[in-house]
């Protein structure tokens, strides 16, 4: 079998995580040399087993490591941008702005900054009960010992049962655009990828010029613009975002709209006063979840007054 270890952190005279982990793998490798005669190989790349060592105030915790993989993969991605929103963020972005809820009362769902498709991907999968990590093909407990595999299919094969149905039934109310080609052609790959691409409309076009879909009179507008830090610049982004907010004002008045950001500044220029927020972490980036009701143009100005 495979063997991997990953170690964090430092203790006493060990400085170097690399070198802990190394100890880690000397001392497995001999017992099973000196046990079976053979030595583990060693993948760092998908292992049949992976370990985490932890080392904090001379304490060292040794764990199994059964994910094998970050949770938030979800094996539908082939490609993605500069600032790729993560699934589990998205997932938590979904449910703050209330979106079963608005799906369940025939709403729509308008990603106008869609990137590459993550929102629009995991939404439909929400209300269509596609299990999160459905598509993944590599677990860390595929090979530990104590994996029951014959329970591991069972469930696999329901999920897959429940998934089938849900995207049966799903309706086609999911809209997405983007000013980048280049974004468009990756959510396209990603949402056939997912299985979904047919319940999703894509355009191509700013956010200046977003409309809402025909056909529907609620739904929730979702999106994560640029903010600064990893992709836009800070000093025009303020544009971007008093052009989103006219929109929705202008063309949304009865939706809900969930914006993640960054900074105040941006907040102010968006001009949607959030009934509700909530503070995430987009990486190490904490941002703000601004969820509100949107509001005509005589209304917001009515209220403002």
């Not at 879909?213 to 982004?237: C, H, K, Q, S, W």
Request: hydrophobic residues 40%; charged residues 25%.
């Amino acid at each position: 079998a495979t063997l991997a270890i990953d170690a964090t952190g430092s203790s006493g005279s060990i400085k170097h995580s690399g070198f802990a982990a190394q100890k880690v793998k000397d001392a497995i490798a001999d017992q099973c040399r000196a046990r079976d005669g053979v030595r583990p190989t060693i993948q760092p790349d998908r292992p049949d087993v992976r370990l985490n060592l932890r080392l904090h105030k001379g304490r060292a915790t040794l764990s199994l490591d059964l994910s094998g993989e970050p949770l938030h993969r979800r094996g539908w991605r082939g490609g993605q941008g500069d600032a790729p929103l993560k699934e589990n963020l998205a997932c938590a972005k979904l449910l703050r702005g209330g979106w079963p809820d608005i799906y369940e009362r025939g709403g729509a769902l308008v990603d106008p900054m869609c990137g590459s498709g993550t929102l629009l991907v995991e939404a439909a999968w929400m209300v269509a009960g596609v299990a999160p990590a459905l598509q993944r093909d590599y677990f860390g407990f595929l090979g530990w010992r104590g994996h029951d595999h014959a329970l591991w299919q069972s469930l696999r094969d329901a999920a897959q049962e429940r998934a089938l149905e849900g995207l049966r039934g799903l309706r086609s109310c999911f809209f997405g655009s983007d000013s980048d080609p280049r974004m468009i052609a990756i959510a396209t790959h990603n949402l056939q990828s997912a299985g979904v691409a047919g319940f999703v409309m894509l355009d191509k076009h700013s956010a200046e010029y977003l409309q809402a879909p025909a056909g529907f009179a609620t739904g929730l507008v979702i999106t994560n613009p640029p903010y600064g830090e990893r992709m836009g610049d800070l000093a025009t982004l303020p544009a971007l975002y008093k052009s989103l907010g006219e929109r929705l004002r202008a063309d949304f008045a009865g939706w809900r709209a969930a914006v993640l950001t960054s900074e105040p500044e941006l907040e102010r220029a968006l001009g949607l006063r959030p009934d509700k927020q909530y503070m995430l972490f987009n990486g190490a980036i904490e941002c703000r979840l601004d969820v509100c009701e949107v509001r005509d143009q005589t209304t917001a100005n009515a209220s403002a007054t």
